[in-house]
């Protein structure tokens, strides 16, 4: 497929798509589609918007934008969850929802994701949309312009930071004069953003950057008892380890906070132990979006998820009855539900 932008994608089109393509007799009709306003599943949809948005029709293209940027998030959550999905249609969708965190989720943590795609994410996203980024730790042994992008990101916060290696480069001391005083009160900006890596990147205050150097020759024992007593960024930090008795040991920390935690139960790589932890704890699961994020969570156990299930509002129930992200059982008893409060 060659696109407006002159660009080569091999893009095959899926048959069913084909077929429906085929049905279009004229310019009116594929202006139709490229308007949503033709019946089609989402994943078919999104599959012509993306071949309209590559072709060399300047008005399909313009309205197959317009329609990808309004899309529901139901619908661009069911694509960007597709085991097949090709990596181009994630990069587009990617580009133009970057911070919308309901439909980023599946798409970062879908196979199929490419690095060009991970680096624009990296670059531009902000909050859990580049903690999740941050987390692919595959991709950022693989690429150090991976974190290097994240590292430069101005939205990192510095537990992001330090936990990707950042270390300030000691710069020198110069004796001030009366006569360079006042040329020092407007410094220039390289001056004041040194760093090891390219960039203008903020410079690491000594006590948060001396909790990273510890961290990394940590004996075990001594994690669990940081992770059980340390403050935010040693929580953010010892989260991430490896290890199940330490991050399992920061959700046992009596200064977690309840915002903390359901950033634990939406992160769909949490392990099962923390996931365990928190649908037991009866004070978290009081939360409505902590029921929520156990519910949509792969490792919850089913019993506990089915049982959360009862406290959903209808909208919720009609989400995840259209949902392709979650256990067959939980779909199939959503709409149980749904039909049992229609009688």
Known sequence: ??????????????????????????????LAAARGALPMSGPNLVTVLFIFYHGEDKELREE???TLKDL???????????????PEVLDLLARLHYKNMEVMEPLLTNRMVGLKTLMFVAEHASGDVLDLVASNDTAIRQAKALRILI??????????????GWKEEPQEEKQVTPESK??????????????????????????????????????????IKMALTGDKEWRSLLIRESNKMVNSAVLKNPRITEAEVLMVAKNRTS?????????LNREWV????????????????????MRFMTFL?????????????????????ARRMLMTRKH
């Open 1 to 30: 497929m060659k696109t407006h932008d002159e660009k080569n994608i091999k893009f095959k089109v899926p048959g069913d798509v084909a077929r429906i393509m085929k049905q279009w007799g004229g310019h009116s009709v594929r």
């Open 64 to 66: 197959a934008l317009k």
């Open 72 to 86: 529901s998030p139901s619908i661009l959550k069911t694509v960007c969850g597709q085991a097949d999905v090709h």
């Open 151 to 164: 590292i430069n990101n101005p939205h990192a916060d510095k537990a992001l930071k330090i936990r990707l």
């Open 182 to 223: 006042k040329e020092e009160e407007i410094p220039a900006v390289e001056e004041n953003q040194q760093s090891v890596f390219e960039g203008e990147i903020e410079d690491l205050d000594a006590e948060t950057l001396s909790k990273y150097q510890q961290l990394i020759d940590m004996p075990v024992a001594e994690k």
């Open 271 to 279: 392990n099962e132990e923390l996931i365990r932890m928190i649908a």
């Open 286 to 305: 009081k939360n409505y979006e902590m029921k929520k994020a156990l519910i949509e969570h792969p490792r919850t156990p089913l019993q506990q998820a």
């Open 313 to 333: 509002s209808e909208k919720d129930l009609k989400n995840l009855a259209k949902s392709r992200n979650i256990p067959q059982v939980i779909v199939n008893n």
